[in-house]
């Protein structure tokens, strides 16, 4: 699993943290980086990505493939 983060798109809102801390940070500019897209299940990962209000968490899968949106 892969996951690329649409800064334009981020709104700092901070779910995906709060979610999955071990995969998702924010940065001093409140906007989300990843830290290890597979420090938690796939699922929780994906539930991240579903829970981002503004859409900004792309899920991708081991070949580069977008699985989410
Ligand atoms: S949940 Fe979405 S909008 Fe909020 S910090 Fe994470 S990526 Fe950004």
Same mark, same amino acid.
């Given at each position: 699993?892969?996951?690329?983060?649409? !800064? /334009?798109?981020?709104?700092?809102? %901070?779910?995906?943290?709060?979610?999955?801390?071990?995969?998702?940070? !924010?940065?001093?500019?409140?906007?989300?980086?990843? !830290?290890? &897209?597979? &420090?938690? !299940?796939?699922?929780?990962?994906?539930? &991240?990505?579903?829970?981002?209000?503004?859409? &900004?968490?792309?899920?991708? /899968?081991?070949? %580069?493939?977008?699985?989410?949106?």
């Amino acid at each position: 699993m892969q996951l690329r983060i649409l !800064l /334009n798109e981020c709104c700092g809102h %901070g779910t995906c943290v709060e979610i999955a801390p071990d995969v998702f940070a !924010l940065d001093a500019k409140n906007r989300a980086f990843v !830290l290890d &897209a597979d &420090a938690d !299940l796939p699922e929780k990962v994906m539930e &991240a990505a579903e829970s981002c209000p503004c859409s &900004a968490i792309v899920v991708m /899968n081991d070949d %580069g493939e977008d699985i989410f949106p």
